[in-house]
């Protein structure tokens, strides 16, 4: 019989609550150095144009002002993920409206903006490409006319404005379509939305006597960072360090170079420190966000819903920089087959460059957008066959076996009692309870994004433990979980470890807070190093109570053989008399997942690891008059594997869905001809709590083989279904289907109107 | 930005520093409207007179009339325990402007000089007859509210007046007030379209005696809906009337297509909230008189 648990499974408060509820957490925000200055960006204001001059002169006259830098001053280096296509600043031309052009660094901030209203740009302006369609219509102007030339790994299909196609080709679609007794065709949209953490991007950068610079940001990803610094300033990573203090928010939108490099870049040049934060503008105009897309699915079905073949294709607009692009696009593709089993398939997923900001990764990058269309569709085809949604989903969905659309083999499947028990949940069998009021449903499937974690573990001599890991905790509680693992192997409680996290110089490697995967590696990182610890602590008791190691066991803080025990302190300071102390180094990478490689193009994420899975209900009303959506109540039914602390896991389910609801509803980048006219938090509609109902989560637990007891990756998922479960409520409700994101009041009306004149 | 900061200590030395400065300055009030506007660059003033040491200002007088001093908050509105019954429209207006932090600060008096044609307790002061005083260094004058809206930031007060009161009548039996705003949340949202509207029944609660529909977010300023007013009065409020008026004040509005709205659907939401407004009149009038 296992032993009971203590501390994994129990709604622990979390170890950083304490500091963030009473106000005493730092931010990178709030970090301030002795004789710092305030670094501000310069940004173009042109989408596509040739930069004739920039004349920094007048600035530089200004009070207070104490460096203009611009693409002279720095390496000429192009540095990206899969695709090294950035530069620190625009050279020779700009590609998007807030592309960076010049930084300042003034003795305040307000100083700063002087300068940069002081520097003279002239701009050739030259024909640019505002969407998907402009970009591959022939002729197209190219956004990297020198596309061919950058570096970038080598399996990426790549081709003038597209920065990478991947594919999935399975069975044999043409096939497939043939064999269907209806076939359905389709065309969505969803449009740019950003992450909307609360604290924008901030570094603080100082340089040392030495010529080590150390930079204060608030990134998910430390390392890559740290990297990416190297290259940019051509230095060793060594030379380079980045802590993390406290983060308001990242949701993927702090994983890569956001600030840092101009902080660090004015600092060398001023020899001060220099914080720099982004506006609400800047935010909107030139981060990260989520892709716009469109989706083209053709699929086919038998009479009594059989799914045949699919063949489908979705274009990302990745902006003026391939950013994620190139990998979101590939992971796009196992969201379009969905958790279905589709014999043939022939699945594309394009990244495309336009003149706009570098899109990135936002939570379940790919996810929310390939989702909508596929789960909208299921609904159509529903409809038109004359079935009930939920029972076409039952007849195609991947069970316990079932092979992924790349021939990976699937296991610990929770899907079908996910969708069971969303639908009991919302009452599916009164979809439409009312006049203008519906039920929707949607479900889909995610990874846990692989990559290594390493932790150091250290029993101190009172016997508490401290963790010292490279993950960061990004508010989403993951580090709270990996402590509870840690806590339960080493018979100690939650309270009594202490954690240090996210700095370079002294924290092991972690891949990052990206992926849904921190809980899961770095709490599989601390069961290596626990296990690693009782080894230590079995030789030192041994010794210490005559008794056999295999005769001992952890209990209470205490290593324990029958009526004889010996603490963990006791044991930790007889280790510091006798052996340098205790202290292990736990290590995790999760194993390759094996899939059909023949089944793949130009892929960087070929299977799903500890795939989860996902069904999410929503009771909506409809205006039809004024087009106003009100939701009812939200039910999400969630396969997290296992629960590591069931209150967080339901805070990330309850957090991923309004921030779904957002793009589902209300949420959108607007561009017109290359420029953000709605770059503020007054016409950037993200949900407020009047607009949610309370959200119940369902934590459906089909352990994962992999993870820390059980636990798959829970942080992103619950973002990917909100809008498919909204659109399909709505068209329940209303009897009209929006085939665009979001939904707004005014599509409704429109598309009403239309329908009945 | 840098500006010289006053701080008057009554509404004579206030207006003084106005007249000395003239454009030059602002008065400052909540500060939600100008402190943005400051930080976005779209104004300047070289002169920031706060209104915060004057006092009698922010206070609320119900005698013959209702009196309004221009620092009465979005909140004091709210809670005021005079709006609770045939004024509720008025606090329906306030309690939507921006958030609980908005509100606690943000001002009538500054709602009204800042004339966004969204503004929204402005269409809920046109229907109620309201009417403004401005204190210069020639002395006061009033005038109505209608009249004192120019365009989008635009009013009649010149910069060295200051708007000082807001005043309306008392309303009547039978009266009633409702205000609606469409955007695309529901918090924290400027309207894409607000309508306020006040009712007024003959004894019999059959008649409408006299009514005011005032619109927000569909032309260069909150206006009056005349025409759809007058379809009304005399009438028996059925509700295939109440249907016209909308249809009359839909045509009574010019708006504009923006990132918020299309003008067609700005129209189309005129329409339908004219006569739920309305409708929404009707049920407080008939629930006060049972």
């Known amino acids: ?757 | 930005m840098s500006f010289e900061y006053h701080e008057p200590p009554s509404v004579s030395e206030a207006v003084a520093l106005a007249a000395r400065f003239g454009s030059e300055a602002r008065f400052l009030a909540g500060g939600t409207d100008l402190i943005v506007q400051i930080n976005r660059g779209k104004l300047a003033p070289r002169h920031v007179v706060s209104l915060h040491r004057v006092p009698g200002l922010d206070t609320i007088a119900v005698d013959g009339h209702v009196t309004l001093g221009a620092l009465v908050t979005h909140r004091a509105l709210e809670r005021s325990p005079h709006f609770q019954g045939r004024y509720r429209g008025l606090v329906e207006g306030a309690q939507v402007v921006g958030g609980h932090q908005v509100r606690n600060v943000g001002t009538v008096g500054g709602n009204i000089v800042n004339a966004s044609p969204a503004a929204d307790v402005v269409p809920v002061l046109l229907a109620l007859d309201a009417a403004v005083t401005c204190l210069g260094p020639e002395g006061e004058r009033t005038l109505p509210l209608e009249e004192f809206l120019v365009g989008p930031g635009q009013t009649q007060r010149r910069p060295e007046e200051l708007l000082t009161t807001v005043r309306f009548p008392l309303l009547g039996p039978n009266s009633a007030t409702a205000f609606l705003k469409a955007g695309r949340r529901k918090a924290m949202e400027i309207s894409v379209v607000c309508v306020a509207a006040r009712m007024t029944l003959d004894a019999g609660l059959e008649r409408c005696r006299e009514a005011r529909i005032a619109l927000g977010a569909v032309a260069p300023t909150t206006l009056r809906a005349r025409a759809a007013e007058h379809v009304l009065e005399g009438e028996v409020p059925r509700a295939e009337l109440l249907r016209r008026a909308g249809a009359l004040a839909a045509r009574a509005c010019q708006p504009i297509s923006d990132v918020r709205a299309s003008s067609q659907f700005r129209r189309l939401l005129v329409e339908t909230l004219v006569p739920r407004v309305l409708a929404r009149c009707l049920e407080r009038i008939r629930e006060e008189g049972r």
């Open chain 1, 1 to 757: 019989m296992a032993p009971e648990l203590r501390v994994v499974g129990k709604p622990l408060p979390r170890v950083d609550a304490y500091g963030k509820v009473t106000g005493k957490t730092v931010y990178a925000a709030d970090f301030t150095l002795p004789g710092m200055l305030f670094g501000k960006v310069l940004r173009g204001t042109e989408p596509h144009a040739r930069i004739v001059r920039i004349d920094a002169r007048r600035a530089l006259t200004l009070p207070g002002v104490r460096a203009v830098i611009s693409a002279a001053d720095v390496a000429d280096v192009r540095y990206g993920g899969a695709l090294k296509d950035e530069t620190v600043f625009a050279r020779e031309k700009v590609r998007y409206v807030g592309q960076p052009v010049a930084a300042v660094a003034a003795a305040t901030s307000e100083a700063a903006e002087a300068a940069l209203a002081a520097i003279d740009v002239v701009y050739d302006p030259l024909p640019a490409v505002f969407d998907v369609e402009g970009a591959l219509a022939p002729g197209a102007p190219l956004v990297h006319e020198a596309w061919e030339t950058y570096s970038a790994i080598p399996i990426l299909y790549r081709e003038g404005n597209i920065c990478n196609r991947a594919r999935i080709l399975a069975g044999d679609v043409e096939r497939g379509l043939a064999e269907a007794d209806r076939v359905f065709e389709h065309r969505f949209t969803t449009r740019m939305v950003h992450q909307g953490y609360t604290e924008p991007r901030a570094a603080v950068a100082a340089w040392d006597s030495a010529g080590q610079v150390t930079v204060w940001s608030n990134t998910q990803l430390p390392f890559e960072v740290q990297n990416t610094l190297a290259e940019i300033l051509q230095l060793p990573p060594s030379r380079i360090r980045i802590l993390v203090p406290g983060i308001g928010g990242g949701f993927g939108g702090k994983l890569r170079v956001g600030v840092e490099h101009f902080a660090a870049l004015l600092a060398r040049k001023t020899g001060r420190p220099v914080r720099v934060i982004t506006t609400s503008e800047e935010e909107l105009t030139a981060a990260y966000p989520r892709q716009g897309t469109i989706v083209e699915l053709k699929t086919g079905v038998t009479r009594d819903g059989r799914l045949t073949g699919k063949q489908g294709r979705i274009f990302f607009d990745t902006g003026a920089f391939a950013g994620s692009g190139p990998g979101v696009a590939s992971v796009a593709t196992l969201i379009l087959a969905g958790p279905y089993c589709i014999p043939n398939l022939h699945l594309e997923g394009y990244a495309v460059y336009t003149n706009k900001t570098n899109c990135g990764s936002f939570r379940a990058p790919s996810g929310p957008q390939a989702n909508f269309a596929v789960e909208s569709q299921m609904d159509i085809i529903a409809d038109a066959l004359g079935m009930d949604p939920l029972d076409l989903r039952l007849r195609n969905i991947v069970r316990e076996g079932d092979e992924g659309p790349t021939g990976q083999l699937l296991t610990g499947v929770g899907l079908e009692e996910c969708l069971r028990r969303a639908a009991d949940a919302i009452g599916w069998n009164d979809r439409r309870p009312g006049p203008s009021r519906g039920k929707g449903i949607a479900c889909g499937w995610w990874t846990t994004t692989g990559g290594s974690s390493g932790v150091y573990v250290k029993i101190n001599p009172d016997g508490t433990v401290a963790l010292n890991t490279g993950a960061a905790e990004i508010g989403t509680g993951a580090l709270t979980g990996a402590a509870q693992v840690l806590a339960e192997q080493l018979s100690v409680e939650l309270s009594d470890i202490n954690l240090v996290s996210a700095d370079t110089y002294s924290t092991p490697f972690d891949f990052g807070a990206q992926g849904s995967r921190t809980a899961f590696s770095v709490g599989n990182a601390c069961r290596a190093a626990a296990a690693d610890l009782r080894r230590q602590l079995f030789a030192l008791a041994s010794r210490q109570l005559g008794v056999e190691p295999d005769a001992l066991e952890l209990r209470e803080r205490h290593v324990v053989a029958g009526g004889k025990r010996v603490s963990l302190a006791d044991l930790s300071r007889l280790s510091q008399q006798s052996g340098g102390g205790l202290i292990a180094h736990g290590t995790f990478i999760a194993p390759p997942t094996p899939y059909d490689t023949k089944r793949v193009e130009a892929h960087v994420y070929p299977a799903f690891h500890s795939p989860s899975f996902h069904a999410h209900a929503v009771d909506l009303a409809v205006d039809p008059e004024t087009g106003e959506v009100t939701l009812h109540r939200y039910v999400v039914a969630q396969d997290v594997g296992f629960a590591l602390n069931p209150t967080y896991v339901e805070g990330q389910i309850e957090g991923g869905v309004a921030q779904g609801v957002g793009q589902a509803l209300s949420e959108e980048i607007v561009y017109e001809n290359g420029r953000v006219v709605n770059p503020n938090l007054t016409d950037y509609k993200m949900p407020t709590t009047l607009d949610l109902p309370r959200i119940e989560s369902i934590l459906v637990q089909h352990p994962s083989a992999v993870g820390p007891y059980g636990a798959k990756g829970v942080g992103e998922p619950p973002n990917i279904e909100p809008p498919a479960a909204v659109a399909n409520a709505v068209a329940a409700a209303i009897g009209v289907r929006i085939t665009s994101l979001p939904i707004t009041a005014e599509k409704i009306v429109m598309a009403l109107r239309k329908e009945t004149p």
